[in-house]
């Protein structure tokens, strides 16, 4: 058993059942063994890869968004350009090598990363060596500008909290000890304001997921939107309207149970998109899968360009990794985006309406 599971017994022996979302917390940021303040996690040697670490492109696209949005919000002459989460800082690095094209925008950004981890902030700095960056706890700690914002699989790693409907009312699911053994199980609830609508489309049995951090940061984000102008680019799993207990525990790349390995596996759910839209208050698009908010940006076009210095291995990895980032059957469809404007201005470049 891990030292962490060992401080979550012994806590709850001491005072009683955790929330899951307490839970979640501990097992992905406690200070000294957490999962996220711990190395390494993202890459081939880690748990798991992300779009970023998969190809360059990626972070491409997303930097192209920025600038045709930067263009079509007329040229703003200081910007926020930030990342929620951003992981080993690969993404960045991708994206602020597309935006060189456009010195003015460069000149115009202070750039603001949001990461929890020290360690991880420290491979941020490291990667983005000769770039002026900052670091912030949260959106309400931006520069009062407009915002280029991207956050890829941040959203799915914030705690969340779990409810399963009775004929009338709500019990919550609770960490505590069976037989001596770390379990899950269901108690009474008080239940949750958001949970009032959702009487109308759940059944008793029904799991409803309610993430309060990802509702708090959203209203932040577009409260800064809704003053100062810009787009946030949202890209997770996950769906417009939750329904099930979608937590999942992932450990060198494969299912693991969320007791196993605590502190070395990393534990994420799907994300609830219409919770988030709803919490920000500025403009939202519509959902659109990543493989084809990535085609409208022009992604085939680049793998073409890239192919033509590749060969052997190299450019069959490449192919494989167009393949993964696009098609429906890998993370195409499953992973979405979601964008955040301002009221009134343009609809952000590939996330228009047919
Ligand atoms: N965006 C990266 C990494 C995703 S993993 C990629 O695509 O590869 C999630 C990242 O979010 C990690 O860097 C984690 O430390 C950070 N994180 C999670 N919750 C956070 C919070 N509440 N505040 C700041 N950073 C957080």
Known sequence: MSSLARDIKAQIEAKGPMRFDDFMRVAL??????????????GAAGDFITAPEISQMFGEMIGLA???????????????LSELGPGRGVMMVDILRTL????????????????????????????????????ANDPSEWPQTPLFCVANEFFDALPLRQFKRTQTAWRERHVGLVGGMLNTY?????????????????????IVEVCDDARKITAQIGDHISTHGGLALIIDYGDWHSLGDTVQAVHRHRTSQIFENIGQSDITAHVDFEAIA???????????????????????????KLAQNLEGDALE???????????????????????????????????QDD
């Open 29 to 42: 940021f406690d200070p000294k063994a957490g999962y996220y303040t711990q190395n390494p996690v993202f």
């Open 186 to 206: 269901w108690q009474p609830s008080k239940g949750h304001a958001d949970l009032e609508a959702r009487m109308g489309d759940t059944q008793e049995g029904d």
């Open 278 to 304: 709803h919490s920000a208050g500025c403009a939202f698009t519509r959902l659109c899968p990543q493989g084809v908010f990535l085609e409208r940006l022009g992604i085939t076009t680049r793998a073409q």
């Open 100 to 135: 060189g094209r456009i010195p003015r925008f460069l000149k115009s950004a202070n750039i603001v990363l949001i990461e929890k981890s020290p360690l991880r902030q420290a491979e941020q700095a490291n990667a983005l060596d000769g770039f002026e960056i900052t670091w």
């Open 66 to 80: 920025f600038a045709q949005y930067w263009q079509d919000i007329g040229a703003p002459e200081t910007l926020c």
């Open 317 to 351: 990895e490449h192919i494989a990794a167009h393949r993964r980032l696009t098609h429906p059957d890998e993370m195409g469809a499953l992973f979405k985006v979601l964008a955040l404007y301002q009221e009134g201005q343009p609809v952000p470049v590939g996330l």
